[in-house]
């Protein structure tokens, strides 16, 4: 690549934007930008012009001369990009809060990549990358796309599945957080250990080694019940069966608590949907003091509530994925990347989320091998469904999202899933265009959103 590096941000109106700032500048000596191109849609705009300025003055208080540009149009952003990165949120926050409350209105989970909400944010973002990918074909066939909209893994999937795009790497700050935390739960520097991931992202599971080969996993496992065990912000904190541990010899993703205490996690879900409001509307509290202090003149640096949001890390994950792809570092990351026989229970051909040496010529995966039963079984069925989401997505296709939803192992399948699905169909009809007869079909059956703060939020939008 040239000197002079051009980045290209999707959804530059993110309040995660002054993150990928900082990682950038604190990486400048490795990757000389030459100018970074933030975008977003005209719902975003307002944010954009405020989280914009912010990144520049951050640029500004830098020894560094990096011009930021904004822009609503996608196709002046990505003309001749170096690297693409993904952060969007097709219908905002306000979609998320619909993909919460309304699985909670009937008992059921609700959260933003797994169950209902998850398969859904799927439906509405699929088809937006795929376009974004078409772009990138014909502005900048070059560029490498680094993907951390979520579900981050199921997007990388249909990157590579259907838009047929190889330079592609998917992120997720949960195994950064792991790495960074649990060395210090047994005295150790992160630099002194070996991690080794495997699965899919927001279903993986690790194992940890000392620099002499030595298995340390279970001595992380029995400090993880004394001390901080690192969940991200927006994972309510209940142990693991310390006898479930103890058999896999693994240590899970945080959201397995949604699998593995899913009565305990669904308990605590509707408990907060019935009082404070679900996780999305917690959030966007949280987004609004943020912009309230992007708006400061005098603020050029990533303030600490930024933590509190509960993506911390992706963007600095990002900006070492890129330094390491620019310089060719062969850095190692967990990344989301085609499998290539790393997880051999799965195909070769699908994505999964791995440890990988990043380097110039993308990520060389670290092989895991085969998984115990358990594990195997789960992570066979998830990637079943992400499939069936992503066929669905594309497709356009009601039948195949049944399917999805009746093998998702977070959604009880009958007539209340059906229900359920039926009603995320028409709350989100503006950002479901692939399902405008699905949607039609339902609405002239009199199907209605039941929630009532989802409702009037789809009246506000409409």
Request: aromatic share 10%; net charge negative; charged share 25%.
């Amino acid at each position: 690549m040239n000197q002079g590096v051009k980045i290209a941000t999707i959804g530059g109106g993110s309040s995660y934007t002054p993150e990928l700032m900082e990682g950038f500048i604190k990486r400048y000596e490795e990757l000389p930008i030459s100018e970074i191109w933030l975008v977003d849609i005209e719902a975003g705009k307002e944010k954009l012009a405020i989280v914009g300025a912010m990144a520049q003055r951050m640029w500004d208080a830098s020894p560094y001369d990096v011009k930021i540009h904004l822009t609503l149009d996608r196709e002046a952003a990505l003309k001749d990009a170096d690297f693409v990165t993904t952060q969007f949120r097709v219908g905002l926050l306000e979609a998320r809060i619909k993909d919460e409350r309304i699985p909670a209105y009937y008992g059921m989970l609700g959260q933003e990549t797994n169950g209902p909400g998850g398969i859904f944010k799927a439906l509405r973002t699929v088809p937006i990358i795929l376009e974004i990918v078409e772009d990138m074909k014909r502005l900048c066939p070059d560029a490498w796309l680094i993907n951390f909209a979520n579900p981050s893994g199921m997007v990388t999937e249909a990157i590579v599945r259907y838009g047929k795009w190889e330079k592609v790497i998917g992120l997720c700050n949960v195994p950064v957080m792991a790495t960074m935390i649990e060395p210090a739960l047994i005295g150790k520097n992160p630099d002194e250990l070996i991690y080794k991931f495997a699965g899919l992202n927001h279903f993986h599971w690790h194992k940890v080694a000392d620099n002499h080969g030595n298995d340390v996993t279970m001595d992380i496992i029995e400090k993880m019940y004394e001390e901080d065990n690192g969940l991200p912000k927006n994972i309510f904190d209940i142990p693991f069966y310390h006898e479930q541990l103890e058999q896999m010899k693994m240590i899970p993703c945080g959201y397995h608590r949604y699998y593995y205490r899913q009565e305990e996690m669904l308990e605590h879900a509707l408990e907060e949907y019935q009082t404070i409001g679900t996780r999305a509307q917690q959030v966007k509290q949280t987004e609004t003091e943020l912009f309230e202090l992007y708006k400061d003149p005098a603020l050029n640096y990533k303030p600490e509530q930024l933590q509190q949001r509960g993506g911390a890390y992706y963007s600095d994950a990002a900006c070492e994925t890129i330094a390491s792809i620019y310089a060719n570092k062969n850095t190692q990351l967990v990344v989301s990347t085609k499998n290539d026989g790393a997880v051999p229970d799965l195909p070769a051909d699908c994505v999964v989320e791995v440890t990988a040496y990043v380097g110039g010529q993308g990520a060389r995966n670290v092989a895991f091998g085969t998984l115990p039963t358990a594990e195997r079984g789960w992570l066979q069925v998830m990637k079943a469904m992400e499939l069936l989401t992503i066929e669905a997505a594309v497709t356009g296709d009601y039948n195949t999202v049944l399917q999805a939803f009746t093998i998702n192992p977070l959604i009880p399948s009958g007539k209340t899933a059906k229900r359920v699905m039926d009603e995320l169909f028409i709350a989100h009809k503006e950002y479901l265009p692939n399902f405008k007869a699905t949607i039609e079909k339902l609405m002239a059956e009199g199907i209605e959103v039941q929630d009532q703060v989802a409702s009037h939020l789809d009246l506000i939008e409409v």
